[in-house]
């Protein structure tokens, strides 16, 4: 029976991922700040629009949606761009939203927190679709692992579950790390400090997507 993934670059696939996963980066950071602000269950929602997003690229990826970004690299970079101003434009409001007076503050924090179901979703999709570490992944870290001899399909089946699955648990971990903090969110002096932080980590990851892209 011949498998789909020869065992020792699946090994060595599955060790190469594992390092991407934990590395922080715009998803991850994406992941803590969205904890912190709108708490576990807003993490976790954003945890699977991110990772809906690398769905997407691994289905694309079987399209050879790869090779059409190679040749045309110009249109990722002005995703990527997208996806950086979307972040900064959340990071900003998390700043507004801090430094409000202190009644604002909490009625602004309520309602982030009522649309919660409705944003973390979207938000995690939309910037792990523009993240450029996914580009460096499919051109640079997957192609060395792919067997050419063998099918593709249940190739990107498996690195699809082994990745999707890492980027699961790490994400997870980091947001829900976030939202540990979320349970100091009535002390108003916490609650502004903190804002101002979710911020700029907001802004720090579209940074990185800028550097990267």
């Given at each position: 029976?011949v498998?789909?993934?020869?065992?020792?670059?699946?090994?060595?696939?599955?060790?190469?991922?594992?390092?991407?996963?934990?590395?922080?980066?715009?998803?991850?950071?994406?992941?803590?700040?969205?904890?912190?602000?709108k708490g576990?269950g807003?993490?976790?929602?954003?945890?699977?629009g991110?990772?809906?997003a690398?769905?997407?690229?691994f289905?694309?990826?079987?399209?050879?949606?790869?090779a059409?970004?190679?040749?045309f690299?110009q249109?990722f970079?002005v995703?990527?761009?997208?996806?950086?101003?979307?972040?900064?434009?959340?990071?900003?409001?998390?700043i507004?939203?801090?430094?409000?007076?202190?009644?604002a503050?909490?009625s602004?924090?309520?309602a982030?927190?009522?649309s919660?179901?409705?944003?973390?979703f979207?938000?995690?999709?939309?910037?792990?679709?523009?993240n450029?570490?996914?580009?460096?992944?499919?051109?640079g870290?997957?192609?060395?692992?792919?067997?050419?001899?063998?099918?593709?399909v249940?190739?990107l089946?498996?690195?699809?579950c082994?990745?999707?699955g890492?980027?699961?648990?790490?994400?997870?971990?980091?947001?829900?790390?976030?939202?540990?903090?979320?349970?100091?969110?009535?002390?108003?002096?916490?609650?502004?400090?903190?804002?101002?932080?979710?911020?700029?980590l907001?802004?720090?990851?579209?940074?990185?997507?800028?550097?990267?892209?």
């Open positions: 029976m498998l789909p993934v020869d065992p020792a670059r699946y090994s060595a696939f599955l060790a190469a991922m594992f390092v991407m996963a934990i590395t922080p980066g715009p998803a991850n950071l994406f992941a803590i700040a969205t904890g912190m602000e576990k807003a993490a976790l929602l954003g945890v699977v991110m990772n809906t690398s769905l997407v690229w289905v694309a990826a079987a399209l050879g949606l790869g059409l970004i190679a040749a690299p249109a970079h995703l990527a761009m997208a996806g950086a101003a979307y972040l900064v434009w959340l990071g900003i409001k998390s507004i939203s801090a430094l409000k007076p202190a009644g503050e909490g602004a924090l309520a982030v927190r009522t919660t179901g409705r944003s973390a979207r938000d995690g999709f939309t910037v792990q679709i523009a450029p570490k996914i580009l460096v992944f499919f051109a870290v997957l192609p060395p692992f792919i067997d050419i001899h063998r099918p593709l249940p190739q089946i498996m690195f699809a082994a990745t999707i890492m980027d699961l648990i790490s994400m997870s971990a980091y947001g829900l790390g976030g939202a540990a903090l979320a349970t100091r969110m009535n002390e108003p002096a916490f609650r502004k400090g903190f804002g101002l932080l979710v911020g700029a907001l802004i720090g990851a579209a940074c990185l997507i800028v550097l990267r892209g």
